[in-house]
């Protein structure tokens, strides 16, 4: 039998299976915490996006809502003055190197970045940080599917998704500011073994990859 236990997020009781993550249970329950990187099915936590922070009674920081797993009586807050700081210079420096072009956009309408904004009443254009453009190749070379790196935010859905349902064939190359998704030897999709499934369009929260022909697949 699954251990069930009730938490007040925002003010609102609300109950959960023990240990799953706050992230999860607060979404669920219609309450919005801002995420890119966590997916329910992860083992390892990558908690990268850094946009998901929580404060939660007794907790002398504020913590991620995607790491944290929810116990008897936990009292979280979703804003307040350290969160609220925090999501927005994280969402500013995604967005300091995000190309932005909205309505040329195939997730416009249906964007985790707009959400985002739109719910913390953040812009979506730096306010405080350089824009640091990058000039990447687009890579459209398998038909029907496009992959604009410019625009990626590194969550890495696209990864387990091409693992799970493609050949495997993305990872994370470089680091720092050079960080980016590729094909293994960073070769064209057209030469790497892409099968077209558009798994990755399908799990990118942004529009960085989208999918035309396929969209039937999905
Ligand atoms: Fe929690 Fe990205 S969703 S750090």
Redesign the pocket.
Known sequence: MTDRITLVIDGKTVSAVAGEML?WVALDNDIYIP????SRDDQEKP??????FVEVDGRPLPV???TLPVSEGLVVRTGGERVDALVATGFELLMSNHRLDCKNCPANGDCALQQIAKTRKLKLKPKKLPVLERDLTVDDSVPGILFDPNKCVLCGHCIKACLRDGNGILGFTRRGFERVISTFGDLPLAESECSGCGSCAAVCPVGAWSAHLHAEAF
């Open positions: 992230l995420h890119l990187c966590g908690a990268s996006c850094r946009l998901c991620t809502a995607c």
